[in-house]
Protein backbone atom coordinates (compact mmCIF):
# COMPACT_ATOMS: atom_id res chain seq x y z
CA UNK A 1 0.00 0.00 0.00
CA UNK A 2 1.36 3.54 -0.61
CA UNK A 3 -0.36 6.73 0.56
CA UNK A 4 1.04 10.30 -0.16
CA UNK A 5 -0.41 13.66 -0.57
CA UNK A 6 -0.53 15.34 -3.50
CA UNK A 7 1.98 18.59 -3.38
CA UNK A 8 5.20 19.33 -4.40
CA UNK A 9 8.71 19.00 -1.95
CA UNK A 10 6.43 17.09 0.80
CA UNK A 11 8.12 14.40 2.35
CA UNK A 12 5.88 11.08 1.64
CA UNK A 13 6.32 7.59 3.88
CA UNK A 14 5.64 5.18 1.58
CA UNK A 15 4.95 1.21 2.92
CA UNK A 16 5.26 -1.24 -0.32
CA UNK A 17 5.57 -5.04 0.69
CA UNK A 18 3.95 -6.29 -2.75
CA UNK A 19 6.98 -5.78 -4.80
CA UNK A 20 9.02 -7.61 -2.55
CA UNK A 21 6.98 -11.27 -2.33
CA UNK A 22 8.34 -14.22 -1.92
CA UNK A 23 10.02 -15.90 -4.86
CA UNK A 24 11.47 -19.15 -6.02
CA UNK A 25 14.93 -18.50 -7.45
CA UNK A 26 16.73 -20.73 -10.02
CA UNK A 27 20.07 -20.18 -10.52
CA UNK A 28 20.66 -22.11 -13.20
CA UNK A 29 21.67 -20.32 -16.83
CA UNK A 30 18.79 -21.10 -19.35
CA UNK A 31 18.87 -21.35 -22.57
CA UNK A 32 17.24 -18.49 -24.71
CA UNK A 33 13.49 -19.00 -26.45
CA UNK A 34 13.60 -19.12 -29.90
CA UNK A 35 10.49 -17.54 -29.64
CA UNK A 36 12.19 -14.15 -29.41
CA UNK A 37 16.15 -14.91 -30.23
CA UNK A 38 17.45 -13.59 -33.40
CA UNK A 39 19.30 -16.87 -35.12
CA UNK A 40 23.11 -16.34 -34.83
CA UNK A 41 22.70 -13.33 -31.96
CA UNK A 42 21.93 -14.84 -28.99
CA UNK A 43 23.66 -17.65 -27.78
CA UNK A 44 23.76 -19.33 -24.34
CA UNK A 45 26.68 -18.05 -22.11
CA UNK A 46 28.56 -21.13 -20.74
CA UNK A 47 30.92 -18.57 -18.65
CA UNK A 48 28.77 -18.67 -15.44
CA UNK A 49 25.07 -18.20 -14.92
CA UNK A 50 23.14 -15.80 -12.78
CA UNK A 51 23.65 -15.77 -9.39
CA UNK A 52 21.00 -17.34 -7.29
CA UNK A 53 20.15 -20.00 -5.31
CA UNK A 54 19.83 -23.72 -5.97
CA UNK A 55 16.79 -24.85 -7.82
CA UNK A 56 13.48 -24.52 -5.98
CA UNK A 57 15.20 -22.06 -3.31
CA UNK A 58 12.20 -20.44 -1.97
CA UNK A 59 11.94 -17.01 0.29
CA UNK A 60 9.42 -16.83 2.63
CA UNK A 61 8.35 -13.98 4.70
CA UNK A 62 8.08 -10.81 2.10
CA UNK A 63 7.59 -7.72 3.99
CA UNK A 64 10.31 -9.23 6.79
CA UNK A 65 13.94 -7.50 7.25
CA UNK A 66 14.66 -11.01 7.35
CA UNK A 67 12.89 -12.24 4.46
CA UNK A 68 14.47 -9.24 2.21
CA UNK A 69 18.18 -10.27 3.53
CA UNK A 70 17.55 -14.04 2.55
CA UNK A 71 16.72 -12.88 -1.12
CA UNK A 72 19.29 -10.48 -0.97
CA UNK A 73 22.33 -13.56 -0.09
CA UNK A 74 20.21 -15.77 -2.47
CA UNK A 75 21.06 -12.93 -5.48
CA UNK A 76 24.60 -13.13 -4.28
CA UNK A 77 25.01 -10.67 -2.08
CA UNK A 78 27.01 -11.39 1.34
CA UNK A 79 25.30 -11.47 4.74
CA UNK A 80 23.67 -8.43 5.71
CA UNK A 81 25.45 -6.15 7.78
CA UNK A 82 23.57 -4.40 10.41
CA UNK A 83 23.20 -0.91 9.12
CA UNK A 84 21.87 -2.46 5.77
CA UNK A 85 19.56 -4.83 7.86
CA UNK A 86 18.27 -0.66 9.45
CA UNK A 87 18.25 0.69 6.60
CA UNK A 88 15.52 -2.08 4.98
CA UNK A 89 13.45 -1.30 8.17
CA UNK A 90 13.73 2.46 7.77
CA UNK A 91 10.09 4.03 6.50
CA UNK A 92 10.46 5.03 2.44
CA UNK A 93 10.73 8.94 2.25
CA UNK A 94 11.08 11.18 -0.70
CA UNK A 95 10.17 14.34 -2.05
CA UNK A 96 7.53 13.77 -5.53
CA UNK A 97 5.92 16.16 -7.72
CA UNK A 98 1.91 14.81 -7.90
CA UNK A 99 1.25 11.36 -9.61
CA UNK A 100 -1.36 8.77 -10.15
CA UNK A 101 -3.49 7.85 -6.81
CA UNK A 102 -2.02 4.22 -6.94
CA UNK A 103 1.53 4.12 -7.60
CA UNK A 104 1.74 0.39 -7.46
CA UNK A 105 -1.24 -0.37 -9.86
CA UNK A 106 0.06 -2.66 -12.23
CA UNK A 107 -0.80 -2.41 -16.20
CA UNK A 108 -0.33 -5.35 -18.30
CA UNK A 109 2.24 -5.51 -20.62
CA UNK A 110 0.90 -6.30 -24.21
CA UNK A 111 2.46 -7.95 -27.59
CA UNK A 112 1.70 -4.87 -29.37
CA UNK A 113 5.41 -4.24 -29.87
CA UNK A 114 5.53 -7.61 -31.47
CA UNK A 115 2.88 -7.11 -34.12
CA UNK A 116 0.16 -8.69 -31.97
CA UNK A 117 -1.85 -5.89 -31.03
CA UNK A 118 -3.47 -7.78 -28.28
CA UNK A 119 -2.98 -8.02 -24.50
CA UNK A 120 -1.71 -11.54 -23.43
CA UNK A 121 -1.96 -13.10 -20.06
CA UNK A 122 1.40 -13.10 -18.03
CA UNK A 123 2.59 -15.48 -15.23
CA UNK A 124 3.36 -13.93 -12.00
CA UNK A 125 5.50 -16.90 -10.98
CA UNK A 126 8.93 -16.21 -11.21
CA UNK A 127 11.21 -16.99 -14.22
CA UNK A 128 14.99 -17.76 -13.86
CA UNK A 129 17.08 -15.10 -14.89
CA UNK A 130 19.05 -15.86 -17.83
CA UNK A 131 22.54 -15.19 -18.55
CA UNK A 132 23.13 -15.21 -22.68
CA UNK A 133 26.15 -13.34 -24.65
CA UNK A 134 24.17 -11.29 -27.57
CA UNK A 135 26.42 -10.41 -30.44
CA UNK A 136 25.67 -6.84 -31.53
CA UNK A 137 27.65 -3.79 -32.95
CA UNK A 138 30.63 -6.37 -33.41
CA UNK A 139 30.95 -6.87 -29.67
CA UNK A 140 29.58 -9.97 -27.43
CA UNK A 141 27.83 -8.60 -24.57
CA UNK A 142 26.78 -10.53 -21.42
CA UNK A 143 22.95 -9.76 -20.55
CA UNK A 144 20.85 -10.78 -17.72
CA UNK A 145 17.12 -11.48 -18.50
CA UNK A 146 14.56 -12.33 -16.42
CA UNK A 147 10.41 -12.31 -16.49
CA UNK A 148 7.84 -13.37 -18.60
CA UNK A 149 8.41 -13.20 -22.08
CA UNK A 150 5.76 -11.56 -23.35
CA UNK A 151 6.36 -9.17 -19.82
CA UNK A 152 6.56 -5.28 -21.03
CA UNK A 153 10.46 -4.85 -21.65
CA UNK A 154 12.08 -2.73 -19.59
CA UNK A 155 15.78 -2.01 -20.64
CA UNK A 156 18.50 -1.49 -17.32
CA UNK A 157 21.91 0.26 -17.85
CA UNK A 158 24.54 0.17 -15.22
CA UNK A 159 27.00 3.35 -14.02
CA UNK A 160 30.48 3.41 -13.06
CA UNK A 161 32.14 1.07 -12.19
CA UNK A 162 29.01 -1.45 -11.99
CA UNK A 163 28.09 -4.12 -13.89
CA UNK A 164 24.58 -6.06 -14.80
CA UNK A 165 24.37 -7.49 -11.50
CA UNK A 166 24.02 -3.95 -10.15
CA UNK A 167 20.13 -4.44 -10.82
CA UNK A 168 19.14 -7.93 -9.42
CA UNK A 169 16.99 -6.43 -6.38
CA UNK A 170 15.34 -3.99 -8.48
CA UNK A 171 14.92 -6.45 -11.31
CA UNK A 172 13.55 -9.36 -9.24
CA UNK A 173 10.63 -6.63 -8.06
CA UNK A 174 9.99 -5.78 -11.67
CA UNK A 175 9.71 -9.01 -12.83
CA UNK A 176 7.16 -10.26 -9.58
CA UNK A 177 4.63 -7.28 -11.36
CA UNK A 178 4.89 -8.93 -14.59
CA UNK A 179 7.57 -6.81 -16.30
CA UNK A 180 11.04 -8.30 -18.40
CA UNK A 181 13.82 -6.95 -17.24
CA UNK A 182 16.98 -6.78 -19.87
CA UNK A 183 20.38 -6.19 -17.87
CA UNK A 184 23.44 -5.79 -19.99
CA UNK A 185 27.13 -5.35 -19.28
CA UNK A 186 27.66 -2.20 -20.84
CA UNK A 187 31.16 -1.76 -22.90
CA UNK A 188 33.84 -2.06 -21.60
CA UNK A 189 32.39 -3.99 -18.12
CA UNK A 190 33.54 -7.36 -19.88
CA UNK A 191 35.71 -9.59 -21.90
CA UNK A 192 34.20 -9.54 -25.19
CA UNK A 193 33.34 -6.14 -24.70
CA UNK A 194 36.55 -4.37 -24.62
CA UNK A 195 36.80 -1.92 -27.94
CA UNK A 196 40.36 -1.60 -28.97
CA UNK A 197 40.10 1.66 -28.95
CA UNK A 198 38.76 3.75 -26.14
CA UNK A 199 36.74 6.73 -28.98
CA UNK A 200 34.68 3.42 -29.10
CA UNK A 201 33.28 4.69 -26.10
CA UNK A 202 31.26 7.16 -27.71
CA UNK A 203 27.69 7.49 -26.71
CA UNK A 204 27.18 7.50 -29.97
CA UNK A 205 28.37 3.73 -30.27
CA UNK A 206 26.67 3.10 -26.80
CA UNK A 207 23.01 3.91 -28.44
CA UNK A 208 24.15 1.74 -31.02
CA UNK A 209 24.83 -1.49 -28.22
CA UNK A 210 21.36 -1.00 -27.08
CA UNK A 211 19.34 -0.81 -29.54
CA UNK A 212 21.29 -3.61 -31.27
CA UNK A 213 20.74 -6.19 -28.16
CA UNK A 214 17.20 -4.86 -28.23
CA UNK A 215 17.38 -5.85 -32.53
CA UNK A 216 18.91 -9.38 -31.43
CA UNK A 217 16.47 -10.10 -28.81
CA UNK A 218 13.47 -9.33 -30.95
CA UNK A 219 12.25 -6.14 -28.91
CA UNK A 220 10.75 -3.47 -31.15
CA UNK A 221 10.15 -1.14 -27.89
CA UNK A 222 10.89 -0.69 -24.60
CA UNK A 223 11.12 0.99 -21.98
CA UNK A 224 15.19 2.14 -20.87
CA UNK A 225 16.09 2.39 -16.94
CA UNK A 226 19.97 4.32 -15.95
CA UNK A 227 21.87 5.19 -13.29
CA UNK A 228 25.08 7.55 -13.64
CA UNK A 229 26.69 7.02 -16.64
CA UNK A 230 23.96 4.17 -17.37
CA UNK A 231 21.60 7.09 -16.78
CA UNK A 232 23.37 9.24 -19.87
CA UNK A 233 22.70 6.80 -21.78
CA UNK A 234 19.30 6.25 -21.44
CA UNK A 235 18.79 10.11 -22.16
CA UNK A 236 20.76 10.04 -25.13
CA UNK A 237 18.94 6.66 -26.04
CA UNK A 238 15.75 8.25 -25.79
CA UNK A 239 16.70 11.65 -27.60
CA UNK A 240 18.25 9.67 -30.34
CA UNK A 241 15.89 6.98 -31.15
CA UNK A 242 12.95 8.36 -29.69
CA UNK A 243 10.63 5.20 -32.05
CA UNK A 244 12.16 2.41 -30.16
CA UNK A 245 11.74 4.12 -26.57
CA UNK A 246 8.64 4.19 -24.72
CA UNK A 247 9.63 5.68 -21.23
CA UNK A 248 12.52 7.27 -19.54
CA UNK A 249 13.53 6.06 -16.00
CA UNK A 250 16.66 8.33 -15.10
CA UNK A 251 18.97 7.64 -12.21
CA UNK A 252 21.27 10.32 -10.55
CA UNK A 253 22.18 11.47 -14.05
CA UNK A 254 20.12 14.22 -14.85
CA UNK A 255 18.82 15.56 -19.19
CA UNK A 256 22.92 15.37 -20.69
CA UNK A 257 22.22 18.96 -22.02
CA UNK A 258 21.26 20.38 -18.72
CA UNK A 259 23.88 18.73 -16.88
CA UNK A 260 26.79 19.70 -19.67
CA UNK A 261 25.56 23.25 -19.97
CA UNK A 262 25.71 23.75 -15.70
CA UNK A 263 29.42 22.56 -15.77
CA UNK A 264 30.21 24.54 -18.51
CA UNK A 265 28.48 27.79 -17.03
CA UNK A 266 27.43 27.00 -13.45
CA UNK A 267 31.04 27.67 -10.92
CA UNK A 268 29.45 25.64 -8.17
CA UNK A 269 28.42 22.46 -10.81
CA UNK A 270 31.66 22.94 -12.70
CA UNK A 271 33.24 22.70 -9.05
CA UNK A 272 31.40 19.68 -7.97
CA UNK A 273 32.25 18.15 -11.53
CA UNK A 274 36.18 18.57 -11.05
CA UNK A 275 36.16 17.26 -7.70
CA UNK A 276 34.21 14.56 -8.57
CA UNK A 277 36.44 13.48 -11.43
CA UNK A 278 39.46 14.37 -9.58
CA UNK A 279 38.63 11.85 -7.19
CA UNK A 280 38.73 9.22 -9.14
CA UNK A 281 41.91 9.80 -10.78
CA UNK A 282 43.69 11.78 -7.71
CA UNK A 283 47.06 11.41 -9.09
CA UNK A 284 46.35 13.41 -12.13
CA UNK A 285 47.45 10.54 -14.16
CA UNK A 286 47.11 10.86 -18.39
CA UNK A 287 46.47 7.93 -19.65
CA UNK A 288 44.12 5.19 -18.63
CA UNK A 289 46.27 2.58 -18.21
CA UNK A 290 48.31 5.34 -15.53
CA UNK A 291 45.34 5.93 -13.94
CA UNK A 292 44.07 2.25 -13.33
CA UNK A 293 47.25 1.35 -12.01
CA UNK A 294 47.42 3.96 -9.60
CA UNK A 295 43.62 2.95 -8.38
CA UNK A 296 44.51 -0.75 -7.75
CA UNK A 297 48.21 -0.28 -5.91
CA UNK A 298 48.04 -0.63 -2.68
CA UNK A 299 45.43 -3.58 -3.33
CA UNK A 300 43.24 -1.24 -4.54
CA UNK A 301 43.06 1.10 -1.65
CA UNK A 302 42.18 4.24 -3.16
CA UNK A 303 39.50 2.74 -5.32
CA UNK A 304 38.05 1.15 -2.46
CA UNK A 305 38.00 4.64 -0.89
CA UNK A 306 36.73 6.40 -3.54
CA UNK A 307 33.59 3.88 -3.93
CA UNK A 308 32.91 4.13 0.04
CA UNK A 309 32.96 7.39 0.31
CA UNK A 310 30.46 7.81 -2.95
CA UNK A 311 28.18 5.48 -0.95
CA UNK A 312 28.36 1.87 -2.29
CA UNK A 313 27.94 -0.65 0.25
CA UNK A 314 31.06 -2.21 1.86
CA UNK A 315 30.37 -5.72 0.30
CA UNK A 316 29.23 -4.16 -3.29
CA UNK A 317 32.75 -2.18 -3.12
CA UNK A 318 34.60 -6.13 -2.50
CA UNK A 319 32.32 -7.55 -5.55
CA UNK A 320 33.18 -4.65 -7.62
CA UNK A 321 37.12 -4.06 -6.76
CA UNK A 322 37.70 -7.67 -7.39
CA UNK A 323 35.72 -7.61 -10.58
CA UNK A 324 37.75 -4.45 -11.31
CA UNK A 325 41.42 -6.04 -10.62
CA UNK A 326 41.29 -7.93 -13.84
CA UNK A 327 43.42 -7.42 -16.37
CA UNK A 328 41.96 -4.22 -18.57
CA UNK A 329 38.49 -4.00 -16.49
CA UNK A 330 39.19 -1.18 -14.50
CA UNK A 331 40.70 0.91 -17.61
CA UNK A 332 37.15 0.11 -19.11
CA UNK A 333 35.38 1.29 -16.75
CA UNK A 334 37.31 4.79 -16.52
CA UNK A 335 37.23 5.14 -20.70
CA UNK A 336 33.65 6.39 -20.19
CA UNK A 337 34.59 9.09 -18.18
CA UNK A 338 37.39 10.46 -20.76
CA UNK A 339 34.83 10.01 -23.51
CA UNK A 340 31.39 12.01 -22.11
CA UNK A 341 32.60 15.70 -22.49
CA UNK A 342 30.38 18.94 -21.03
CA UNK A 343 30.60 20.23 -24.27
CA UNK A 344 29.14 17.01 -26.05
CA UNK A 345 26.37 16.61 -22.88
CA UNK A 346 25.09 20.10 -24.00
CA UNK A 347 24.20 19.26 -27.34
CA UNK A 348 21.62 16.46 -26.57
CA UNK A 349 18.21 17.30 -27.94
CA UNK A 350 15.28 17.03 -25.51
CA UNK A 351 13.33 13.68 -24.86
CA UNK A 352 9.84 13.24 -26.18
CA UNK A 353 8.68 10.26 -24.14
CA UNK A 354 7.03 10.27 -20.98
CA UNK A 355 9.96 10.46 -18.02
CA UNK A 356 10.66 10.04 -14.30
CA UNK A 357 13.90 11.29 -13.12
CA UNK A 358 14.85 9.90 -9.70
CA UNK A 359 17.96 12.00 -7.70
CA UNK A 360 19.73 12.03 -4.20
CA UNK A 361 21.91 14.26 -3.02
CA UNK A 362 25.72 13.32 -3.25
CA UNK A 363 28.98 13.92 -5.24
CA UNK A 364 28.90 16.03 -8.18
CA UNK A 365 25.43 16.85 -8.35
CA UNK A 366 24.46 20.18 -7.72
CA UNK A 367 20.38 20.38 -7.14
CA UNK A 368 20.22 23.33 -8.58
CA UNK A 369 21.24 21.34 -12.04
CA UNK A 370 19.18 18.71 -11.32
CA UNK A 371 15.82 21.20 -11.08
CA UNK A 372 17.12 22.30 -14.84
CA UNK A 373 16.12 18.76 -16.10
CA UNK A 374 12.63 19.80 -16.41
CA UNK A 375 13.24 21.93 -19.28
CA UNK A 376 14.28 19.31 -21.39
CA UNK A 377 11.57 16.49 -21.35
CA UNK A 378 8.48 17.54 -23.59
CA UNK A 379 6.40 14.76 -22.55
CA UNK A 380 4.56 13.82 -18.92
CA UNK A 381 8.00 14.00 -16.31
CA UNK A 382 8.10 13.39 -12.82
CA UNK A 383 11.34 14.55 -10.46
CA UNK A 384 11.64 12.61 -7.21
CA UNK A 385 14.42 13.30 -4.68
CA UNK A 386 15.44 10.54 -2.37
CA UNK A 387 15.90 11.63 1.61
CA UNK A 388 19.17 10.35 3.10
CA UNK A 389 19.51 7.55 0.01
CA UNK A 390 23.25 8.36 -0.79
CA UNK A 391 24.52 7.88 -4.17
CA UNK A 392 24.11 4.17 -5.05
CA UNK A 393 20.69 3.97 -3.76
CA UNK A 394 19.83 1.70 -6.14
CA UNK A 395 21.69 -0.38 -4.36
CA UNK A 396 21.58 1.31 -0.61
CA UNK A 397 17.66 2.29 -0.40
CA UNK A 398 16.38 -0.36 -3.73
CA UNK A 399 12.77 -0.34 -1.41
CA UNK A 400 12.59 3.40 -1.44
CA UNK A 401 13.09 3.90 -5.42
CA UNK A 402 11.35 0.57 -6.32
CA UNK A 403 7.54 2.19 -5.59
CA UNK A 404 8.47 5.09 -7.84
CA UNK A 405 9.72 2.84 -10.71
CA UNK A 406 6.54 0.78 -10.33
CA UNK A 407 4.07 4.29 -10.46
CA UNK A 408 5.91 5.67 -13.60
CA UNK A 409 5.45 2.30 -15.82
CA UNK A 410 1.88 1.98 -14.37
CA UNK A 411 1.00 6.05 -15.24
CA UNK A 412 2.07 5.24 -18.78
CA UNK A 413 0.67 3.57 -21.08
CA UNK A 414 2.32 0.84 -22.74
CA UNK A 415 0.93 1.35 -26.57
CA UNK A 416 2.50 4.82 -25.94
Given at each position: ???????????????????????????????????????????????????????????????????????????????????????????????????????????????????????????????????????????????????????????????????????????????????????????????????????????????????????????????????????????????????????????????????????LDDPEQSRLW?????????????????????????????????????????????????????????????????????????????????TLFVWSEGPG????????????????????????????????????????????????????
Amino acid sequence: MLSRKRSMNIYMRITCVAALGAAGIVGETATVAATWAQPGNVDQDMGGSAPGGPAGTRIEAPGSVDGQAARLVAFGHRELTSTTRQRLQRPLVGRAVPGPENALAFRQGSDADKGSGESQPFSTKPLPAKAVTVQANGLRFRVLINGPEQGRAIMLLHGYPQDAHTWDYISEALVRYGYRTIAPDLRGTAPGTMPADGVAFIPPAVVDDVVGIADALGIARFDICGFGIGGAMAWITAATVPDRIRSVIALRFPHPAAFGRAILDDPEQSRLWREHRKAKNPEGKSSLAAQAEALLKNDATPLRSFLLKSGLPADAVDRQVARLSRPGALEGALAWGDAITPEYLATITSVTVPTLFVWSEGPGLASETAHLTKQYVDAPYQEVVLEDAGHFFIETSPQQLIPYILQHLASTDVRH
